[in-house]
């Protein structure tokens, strides 16, 4: 019965590499999010979709692609893994993008370390 | 520009009352959460203010003061497992209603 659902939960690899993270929500909520959260934990936008639309998209190098193939999934593919790409990166959900009051629901988080 | 202030790191007592603000400066408001996030889990939502006022829920409470820019998350009859960080995020005025997010405090808690 989990809302929201990100695999894997730690992602160990070497710069260069190219590797995605998958979400899932399961709350039929409209719209999904991609952030960063660093060492400092700070937790940064990367990208926002609703019904597989994107309508944020920080200020993230193109090496991060994400894609919606359905208003249910937003995965996160990254290319040429830096090690200043190494953070928690989260997934999350809320009800629609126009309902101020709808809270974020957060996935469990991927650890990535870039070595 | 956009910020959201809060200390970074308090100590309590278990048993005892602790009060984390969070003061911001935003184009547009459209409230305020408060979240709570266990080292190593995700954050889980804990309150929502939109109008000025005391909301309470159990042994958390949240007050928001538009005017002043001002927030805070009272947590009484502390456990040990209070023992967390405490983010407060402010949905802003953009067409996307954008959550502008401060950096955490760190909730100690001692026996």
């Known amino acids: 019965d989990t809302a929201v659902s990100q695999t894997p939960k730690y992602l160990v690899t070497q710069m260069g590499n190219d590797k995605s993270i998958k979400c899932e929500q399961n709350l039929g909520h409209d719209t999904m999010y991609w952030y960063k959260q660093d060492s400092k934990k700070f937790l940064k936008i990367m990208f926002s979709y609703n019904n597989k639309e994107l309508i944020i998209n920080e200020t993230v190098p193109n090496r991060f692609s994400p894609k919606s193939p359905d208003k249910a999934h937003l995965n996160l593919h990254i290319n040429s893994l830096e090690l200043g790409d190494s953070a928690v990166y989260f997934c999350?959900?809320?009800?629609?993008?126009?309902?101020?009051?709808?809270?974020?629901?957060f996935g469990n988080g991927t650890r990535l370390t870039v070595t | 520009g956009q910020n959201i202030d809060q200390p970074t790191e308090m100590t309590a007592t278990e048993g005892a009352i602790v009060q984390i603000n969070c003061t911001y400066q935003?184009?547009?408001?459209?409230?305020l959460f408060w979240y709570q996030q266990h080292a190593g889990e995700a954050p889980t939502f804990l309150s929502y203010n939109v109008l000025d006022g005391l909301e309470e829920k159990g042994r958390f409470s949240s007050f928001l003061s538009r005017s002043k820019g001002y927030s805070y998350l009272l947590l009484k009859e502390l456990q040990m497992k209070d023992s967390a960080s405490y983010l407060c995020a402010v949905r802003g005025g953009d067409s996307n209603y954008q959550l502008i997010w401060g950096a955490g405090t760190k909730l100690i808690i001692k026996p």
């Open positions: 935003t184009s547009g408001f459209n409230g």
């Open positions: 999350a959900s809320s009800q629609d993008r126009g309902v101020a009051n709808s809270p974020l629901h």
